[in-house]
């Protein structure tokens, strides 16, 4: 896909994750949250299909990570 479609793509989870977060922050409405995450869910599906990556591929990713702090992780990807 072209560039400007996958970065307006990006663009669109991140909106959706910050709504979610807001909403979580300000309401007591749990539907509202709900609805966001959906939605940030199907986007992320997308987004990975784009790219020939599935579900169990982020899975993996998170078990890799288990027990590391998000500092050493950042740190370590900055080695790379």
């Known amino acids: ?3 400007a479609y ?3 793509r990006q663009m669109c989870i991140r909106d959706r994750l910050v709504m979610a ?3 979580a922050r300000v309401s ?3 539907s509202k ?3 966001e ?3 940030l869910w199907f986007h992320s599906a997308v ?3 784009q790219f020939d990556l599935t579900p169990q591929d982020v899975l993996n990713e998170l078990a890799r990570r288990e027990g590391i702090s998000g500092i050493e992780e950042k740190a370590a990807r900055k080695a790379d």
């Open 1 to 3: 896909l072209h560039t």
């Open 6 to 8: 996958r970065r307006q």
């Open 21 to 23: 977060a807001k909403d």
């Open 28 to 30: 007591d409405d749990k």
């Open 33 to 35: 949250v709900l609805y």
């Open 37 to 39: 995450c959906a939605d």
């Open 47 to 49: 987004l990975l299909a």
